[in-house]
């Protein structure tokens, strides 16, 4: 191939994609020669993370540069793919649409928090931090306010909130790794943070971004090809985002008709835990405005928030590709975001609605109990029945399913040959691995460069630097699977706890630096330890029996965290002198895109 | 006013128009969720349902695409954008 490789891009990711889909045909074909179906799922999930592999050995660096930011020239539209991967984790690709089955409406303000969010990138952050030159968050916050406790303040909140969502995504590779190659989950866990590391450890940033990209396509064929497969099959409408509105209504029709029954506690105990029945209406306004909008706004500032997506944008080659990076990213985004719901929509109707054949409820207990798919998912713990009023038949409260059965038994329960359920779990695997790589490295990096060579040993030769960045990324990957074996808490609660810290204590510190001027250095460490701690408190208040106050739940502490850091932010930095012009004349240079970035092409 | 100033106060004023629009549709039209939900809107989907499955996640994308070429056409305006090899 002539030329480099940034201008090759398109054509090698062309190539790639069809290779991918070549593999996915030559699957279909040896599943009806007679490969099994363990094979297929092993197939998939090792062919896809030897490609990622691959790319990160090809990918490996030993400059700074590279390491910490690509080298800065990823086109925009490439980086837009790599930061919808590095976003969209375990929890979008395996629980979101099993959350809007279960929860509706109330739910769903995720949907439009994860995505709102990138108006505040674009528009308050990206840009100007693309103009500073970092590389990492905190090196923003130690340049912008001064001293080394501003710069550490960062580095412990960055650390608290990626740390806390990383478990969940080492935990979610090991949990496809453990159903794909069947083996026990605490093992499986570090074969997720090997194929993770293999990723990241030898380019760093440089091996993260090409694979992430590698990673979208993965993921974003192994939503859509199921989503648009089953609502043909069901005759819902070839394009089912605009066609399904029919299928909507029938949805609450048939909750109209089966009504929510409450199910007794003591009919509750018998349900494994994890799953759960349908109890609320599927497309109706089912929770109060100040609940949807708060927790939608929680998330919207986590998103602006949260280091791993922002470094994203310090990789593009100027300050206006960050601005309509941020707009790629989002596109690339919504294409599996609005997919989510319908897919959610088809699951419900082809399991509740006695009209299709897929159909259970109505059904007899014998009758559903010898179905094939059944029988798989209550096996691996994913479906359950039980007949609470004994007159045989399945109702609509009787039934039980996991959140992660949406996406992952859907294909089956519509009978879409395996090699779906192959693609399906290769496309979560890639949606955990894309991001446990960047909140690994956006870790690693702080520690590395804002702690070590920022604080402890300025002089350290670029070798060592790069030494200890490595070690740290494997340090903290091992750390963080080792938590995750450990399973404390659920995938989906721990990622919108990340949110949450993000925002109680980088939110303000972040914007007031390049949006306020008189924002000083006491301001923003009070505003980034006192919104962690505030929020911290208020989380630990709640979980242990507290009231909270204005409606704010454990879910969405960050409100609370993030008022408490505005008002000292402000407070304290109007008690204390002003920056100095030195500071106040950088200020004003970052808001202008041209001319050259506030710290040196290596720092 | 210098230059850099008038540049940073279309900037704002930017901003500002842009916030305003994302208020809408990430929180303005949801006080008014369940009375939108009544009424049949596009491809035939309930008012909310439709704009959080679709509608006000389409519009942030749109959004910030908008507010892009908007920065851009000031950056120029002020000789401010970039050179491409810079």
């Known amino acids: ?603 | 006013m210098s230059n850099q100033q008038k540049h940073w106060e279309k900037t704002r004023s930017l901003l500002f128009i842009t916030l305003a629009i994302w208020f809408v549709f990430s929180i303005g039209i949801f006080l008014f969720g369940a009375e939108m939900n009544e009424v049949t809107g596009p491809f035939g989907y309930p008012w909310t349902y439709w704009f959080t499955c679709q509608g006000s996640l389409g519009a942030f994308v749109i959004l910030i695409f908008w507010f892009a070429n908007r920065q851009e056409k000031i950056d120029e305006e002020f000789g401010f954008s970039e050179r491409e090899d810079e």
């Open chain 1, 1 to 603: 191939m002539k030329g480099n490789f940034i201008d090759n891009l398109p054509k090698v990711y062309g190539i790639y994609t069809g290779g991918f889909i070549g593999f996915i045909i030559i699957m279909a074909i040896a599943e009806q020669m007679g490969m099994t179906a363990k094979a297929i799922g092993i197939a998939f999930v090792a062919f896809t993370v030897f490609i990622y592999a691959l790319i990160g050995w090809l990918s490996r660096t030993a400059q700074a540069d590279a390491y910490y930011v690509a080298g800065r020239q990823v086109p925009t539209v490439f980086n837009g793919m790599a930061t919808a991967a590095d976003w969209m984790s375990g929890a979008s690709f395996v629980a979101m649409a099993g959350g809007i089955y279960f929860k509706g409406y109330g739910y769903m303000a995720l949907l439009v928090g994860w995505t709102g969010g990138y108006v505040l990138v674009a528009s308050l952050l990206a840009p100007y931090l693309r103009k500073f030159g970092c590389y990492t968050v905190p090196d923003f916050i130690g340049t912008r306010y001064g001293g080394n406790l501003a710069r550490f303040s960062a580095v412990v909140v960055l650390t608290v909130a990626s740390f806390t969502y990383v478990t969940a995504q080492i935990n979610a590779t090991g949990t496809i790794a453990s159903v794909a190659l069947d083996i026990p989950f605490q093992y499986a866990v570090y074969v997720g943070l090997i194929s993770i590391l293999l990723c990241s450890m030898l380019g760093g940033m440089r091996g993260v971004t090409w694979t992430q990209v590698a990673q979208y396509i993965v993921l974003i064929i192994a939503y859509l090809l199921p989503v648009f497969w089953i609502s043909n099959k069901m005759g819902a409408g070839f394009f089912p985002h605009f066609m399904l509105a029919d299928e909507v209504a029938r949805i609450g029709e048939l909750e109209q008709q089966f009504g929510f029954v409450k199910n007794a506690a003591a009919d509750l105990k018998s349900v494994p835990k994890g799953l759960a029945g349908i109890t609320k209406a599927h497309s109706a306004v089912n929770a109060t405005p100040w609940a949807f909008i708060s927790l939608a706004l929680a998330m919207m500032m986590g998103t602006a928030s949260l280091p791993h997506v922002m470094m994203r944008y310090f990789t593009t080659p100027s300050v206006k590709a960050a601005r309509k990076s941020v707009g790629w990213s989002l596109f690339f985004i919504f294409l599996l975001y609005s997919s989510a719901p319908m897919l959610a929509t088809l699951s419900k109707l082809s399991l509740i609605d006695p009209n299709l054949p897929t159909g259970i409820i109505g059904k007899t207990f014998a009758e559903v109990e010898a179905i094939d798919w059944y029988q798989n998912w209550n096996q691996a713990n994913l479906m359950f029945i039980s007949d609470f009023n004994g007159n045989g038949t399945l109702e609509l409260n009787e039934f039980f399913m996991g959140g992660k059965a949406v996406v992952l038994a859907t294909p089956e329960i519509a009978g879409l040959p395996y090699v779906i359920s192959g693609l399906v779990a290769a496309g979560g695997m890639a949606a955990a691995m894309s991001t446990a790589d960047g909140l690994i490295l956006a870790i690693a990096n702080a520690i590395s460069h804002d702690v070590y060579y920022k604080i402890i040993d300025p002089k350290a030769e670029t070798a060592k630097r790069l030494l200890v960045a490595r070690v740290l990324l494997v340090i903290i990957g091992f750390a963080g699977a080792t938590i995750a074996a450990m399973e404390i808490q659920g995938i989906l609660g721990s990622v919108i706890w990340a949110f949450d810290f993000a925002m109680s204590g980088l939110f303000f510190p972040l914007v007031l630096g390049v949006w306020w001027k008189r924002a000083n250095r006491q301001g923003a460490i009070a505003g980034m330890l006192g919104g962690l701690i505030a929020g911290a408190w208020y989380l630990v208040w709640v979980r242990t029996g507290g009231s909270g106050f204005l409606g704010i739940t454990q879910l969405t502490f960050g409100i609370f965290g993030s008022a408490v850091s505005l008002v000292l932010m402000v407070v304290v930095s109007l008690m204390t002198a002003e920056p100095d012009k030195a500071t106040q004349k950088m200020v004003d240079d970052v808001r202008v895109p041209s001319g050259k970035t506030i710290l040196g092409k290596s720092h």
